[in-house]
Each structure stands twice: as C-alpha cells, then as structure tokens.
C-alpha cells in the first residue's frame, strides 16, 4: 500500500504512517527500509499491513528528490512571504489558512477607520511568524503547519 510518514520518534523508534485508504497505522523503526532518508515526516513510502501496523516499509520510488518533500509547503517561502508582505496575510493563504489569511488583510486594510491600530497588530503578529518559519526545522514546520494544521503562532 502507498502512504506517507506523519511522524517518527527517533527517541522511542515509534511512528504513525498515514495509508492511501486514509487509515493511520504504526511503525516500528525496524520496519523502516531503504536509506536514512525515509525517517522523515512527509515522506512518501510503499509498505505492508499486519493489522493495524505497518511493517516492511520502502520509500516510494515515485519520489525523485527523497530530502526534498515535493508536495508539501516550504517554510523558507512561508517566512518570507510573512517576513515581507504577512500584514495582508499572504503566508496564510499560501499555508492553506484562508480564514486566518482573510482576518489578516481585512485587518490591514480596514486599519485606518481604528488609527491603525488593528494593521500594527497583525504586522506584529506576521514578523512573529517569520521568526519562528524561519528558525523552525523542515520537520517541525512540518508536524506543527501541516499536519497539525495550527493556524496561528
């Protein structure tokens, strides 16, 4: 079956790997084959199920550029966009966060009508965002962003 890594406690050797049936099974580090490039959040993989368990599990070869997590956000891009234009909510709309996105430009634009009080705000709260995109790894932006879906710092 094709799915992909959600997460992997390299602490305890346990993770959770999302199938393409939409069940979440468990894996064992020992399961984990192929090359070090597999115990990665993202990545997608070809595997067996016993149960509610995932064993002999490949990456999948479809993947061309295995450090490279081609369908998912890039927190580079997401910092930046926050760093420069996150007051009219851009690095929202490009996470998915639409509602959040919206609350941001509205926000900014409609500023003036309250001194622009509201646009200082949320200009704060985009410079925050880039700060922690930025100084995130791929992985924790990945857990935290995606598939944790936390819209907000």
Avoid at 15 to 44: E, F, K, M, N
Avoid at 121 to 127: D, E, K, S, Y
Avoid at 140 to 151: S, W
């Amino acid at each position: 079956m094709k799915g992909r890594i959600l997460h992997i406690d390299h602490a305890t050797g346990v993770g959770v790997i999302t199938g393409a049936d939409g069940h979440r099974y468990d894996v064992a580090a020992a399961d984990l084959l192929g090359d070090g490039q597999i115990a990665r959040p993202g990545v997608s993989v070809d595997f067996e199920v016993d149960g509610n368990r995932a064993v002999r599990v490949y990456p999948n070869p479809v993947q061309a550029f295995p450090g490279i997590l081609l369908d998912h956000k890039n927190r580079l891009v997401a910092g930046l966009l926050a760093l420069f234009l996150g007051a009219f909510g851009f690095h929202k709309f490009y996470l998915g966060y639409n509602t959040a996105g919206l609350i941001m430009l509205v926000s900014t634009l409609f500023g003036f009508v309250l001194l622009w009080i509201p646009t200082g705000i949320v200009a704060v709260i985009a410079l925050i965002e880039a700060v922690i995109y930025l100084t995130r790894t791929d992985e924790q932006f990945y857990e935290t962003y995606e598939a944790g879906q936390k819209a907000w710092f």
